[in-house]
């Protein structure tokens, strides 16, 4: 009798909470809208899926606001770093006399080699004061002032990856030649990219939420678990056009600025921690993909190994601000010793020597990269996959083969695995941090797409077709189509729907006035012409004293835009009318938010009683997206 009378309390409490919530509609800040309508027009990006744009934007003003450090970094650490970075200019004064670092894509390294890696790693995380710790918190907040957003960006991170390849080095007790980097492009060419065998035990660990296997498994560094996202929220790394976009580039600053793009597509696609300017550095992903920023920007100032003067000019003005030539590094322990301007000195690259990544090979491929990290043909390389991941380096070709066959039969695909958030809020990690709102999607059926198994049938005969089947029909479905007007906007490569008709529709939140962002997702049914979908978005708790502003956003699972709507206070029944994804939220009550992800739920589905049907209550929806192809997606101011 008390748990009934305690759920008729909730429910009562629920129901008194479904008048018009304390939320409402605000602009966005001028930065980030700007980036947007920057980048809707950039010649190298309008070209991209609007949510890769989108990304790119949100990104760079989540990491341009964060302008406090959690955690200040103490004399011993300041002095640790201070003696990498001279031995690392010792180390090149005497290139003469020693052999080159040597940097090899990851997938090219031999078992021995890897686990070489993987040991100075772990002997550097393993230390007493936690060396890899004090070299991760190197890229704090400040450092997005110098180090992202302006000419600086490649500099900076070359002197950092010298400092990180020195204690590992050290470390491996000389054992190691090198950082590899990470070529993403061997990963785009996959029909499946998140099946790279970069997200097995043998190599990187699971992509999927806490890494929970690899030579990282478990890891937790300055009290945060390490966790990935790969391919939840931006599907498709990068391609090859966008890299030969950036080497067509002629002018110095244009290609840093680019390069950056590229950079953040990279840290998107692996997700969790690596979305996180304060946390990226925890994944160790996080400097083999910066190896591999380096790498494309030594191909651009070097091209086929004939190193070019004008590109190791500094490309900054002293209108850059930060960025400026005569303005320190940031965050760096030699501050006033280097420049910005140093950072595209040549001499940083007289000790370091790139092996061609794979992903460039265009001839004898498989004599030149026999791993089993890679798949080559004559003239093209790719990753190989967690499916044909064989731990016996040394075996035949033909019986791998056999073996390969055998797995893929067993290898189980799914939609998507759910999101493992890490709850940041500015410099702390909790779930009750967070509060909850109700999202609805609409999404429209592209008709152009995909054919499902199902038809229509005539005098008993199934009219089979390639052009439509039974849930899209000739000509029945043009009155729907006149009435939803949708686009042909660009797509990610890999974006058809599950052979059931399950589609996924990505909608995220990210803070405006707090640093911190949700991903999560809801299921449409992409077979039927028009269908709907709830998902329940985390956003900040507002207090008393201080309100929550948060940025909400839906893409389908092309990458396509959906467009926001927001409720009309007041109005009966409720209507919505665009706005710009942005809304407040107070602490107010009624409140418009719950504090648990159930009690958002309730929220939406009401009960009058306990075992009762539910109704709808749309009055607790402060908003709604229309996915609709829409290829003007701009938000209002």
Same mark, same amino acid.
């Given at each position: ?5 305690? #759920?008729?309390?909730? +429910? *009562? ?10 939320? =409402? &509609? ?23 899926? +609007? ?7 949100? $990104? ?7 302008? *406090? ?12 770093? /201070? ?17 080159? /670092?040597?940097?090899?894509?990851? =997938? ?30 190197? !890229? ?93 929220? $931006? ?75 004008? /590109? ?6 002293? /209108?850059?601000?930060? !960025? ?19 950072? @595209? ?73 759910? +999101? $493992?958030? #890490? ?28 054919? @499902? ?7 008993? %005969? ?11 029909? =000739?000509?029945?479905? $043009? ?9 042909? &906007? ?45 998902? @329940? #978005? ?7 004293? =201080? ?20 409720? +009309? ?26 504090? %648990? ?6 929220? @939406? ?9 539910? %109704? ?22």
């Amino acid at each position: 009798m008390k748990e009934i009378l305690k #759920i008729t309390t909730l +429910v *009562t409490t629920i129901l008194f909470c479904s008048v018009d919530a304390r939320v =409402r &509609p605000i602009g966005l800040p001028k930065s980030l809208l700007e980036c947007f309508q920057r980048y809707s027009q950039n010649p190298y990006t309008k070209q991209y899926p +609007v949510e890769q744009q989108s990304l790119i934007c949100l $990104q760079r003003f989540t990491w341009m606001e964060s302008k *406090t450090p959690c955690k200040k970094m103490s004399n011993t650490e300041l002095n640790y770093l /201070r003696s990498l970075f001279n031995k690392s200019k010792n180390h090149r004064k005497k290139r003469a006399t020693q052999n080159k /670092r040597k940097r090899k894509e990851y =997938r090219s390294l031999t078992e021995k080699e890897r686990k070489v890696f993987h040991d100075a790693v772990l002997a550097l995380k393993a230390k007493s004061t936690s060396n890899y710790e004090t070299i991760a918190n190197y !890229h704090q907040a400040n450092a997005g002032q110098s180090a992202h957003g302006g000419p600086n960006f490649p500099g900076w991170h070359r002197v950092f990856l010298l400092i990180y390849e020195e204690a590992l080095i050290e470390a491996s007790n000389g054992k190691l030649s090198g950082i590899p980097y990470i070529d993403w492009r061997l990963d785009y060419r996959l029909s499946s990219p998140g099946s790279s065998i970069l997200w097995t035990n043998e190599y990187l660990g699971n992509g999927d939420g806490r890494v929970r296997n690899g030579p990282f498994e478990n890891w937790v560094i300055n009290r945060t678990t390490l966790v990935r996202n790969v391919g939840t929220t $931006q599907r498709d790394p990068t391609n090859e056009d966008s890299v030969a976009e950036l080497f067509a580039i002629t002018s110095a600053r244009s290609f840093a600025d680019q390069l950056e793009n590229v950079h953040n597509i990279g840290h998107i696609y692996v997700g969790g921690l690596m979305n996180s300017l304060r946390y990226a550095t925890y994944d160790p992903v996080f400097f083999m993909h910066h190896c591999w920023i380096d790498y494309l920007w030594w191909r651009y100032q070097c091209p086929n190994g004939r190193c070019r003067d004008d /590109r190791f000019v500094y490309p900054g003005t002293n /209108r850059d601000g930060d !960025h400026a030539p005569t303005e320190p590094m940031d965050n760096l322990v030699y501050k006033g010793e280097l420049l910005t301007k140093d950072g @595209y000195d040549r001499r940083w690259l007289d000790n370091v020597e790139y092996e061609i990544s794979p992903a460039d090979c265009n001839e004898n491929c498989n004599s030149r990269y026999a791993t089993n990290g890679l798949e080559c043909v004559s003239s093209r390389c790719l990753s190989a996959t967690s499916g044909n991941f064989s731990p016996f380096e040394k075996r035949k070709k033909r019986s791998a083969n056999r073996r390969n066959r055998h797995l893929r039969k067993r290898k189980r695909e799914v939609l998507s695995y759910p +999101v $493992q958030n #890490i709850f940041r809020v500015d410099c702390e990690s909790d779930t009750t941090l967070w509060g909850y709102i109700p999202v609805k999607v609409v999404y429209v059926r592209c008709t152009d797409e995909r054919v @499902y198994n199902s038809f229509t049938v005539k005098n008993g %005969t199934v009219l089979s077709s390639t052009a439509y089947d039974f849930y899209d029909n =000739r000509p029945e479905i $043009q009155k729907i189509d006149r009435l939803t007007l949708t686009g042909h &906007p660009s797509h990610f490569k890999n974006c058809t729907a599950d052979e059931s008709g399950a589609f996924k529709i990505n909608v995220n939140s990210y803070g405006l006035n707090y640093r911190g962002n949700y991903e999560e997702y809801a299921i449409v049914d992409d077979r039927i012409p028009l269908s709907s979908a709830m998902a @329940y #978005i985390a956003v900040k708790r507002p207090t008393k004293r =201080r309100s929550s502003k948060v940025y909400l956003t839906a893409f389908d699972g092309c990458g396509r835009y959906c467009t926001p709507e927001c409720l +009309v206070p007041g109005s009966k029944p409720p209507r919505y009318e665009p706005c710009t994804g942005a809304i407040e939220i107070d602490a107010k009550r009624p409140k418009g938010y719950a504090n %648990t992800f159930d009690d958002a739920v309730l929220m @939406y589905f009401n009960f009058r009683k306990p075992g009762s049907f539910p %109704t709808f209550n749309e009055r607790s929806v402060p908003i709604v997206f229309y996915c609709k192809r829409n290829e003007k997606w701009i938000p209002a101011p």
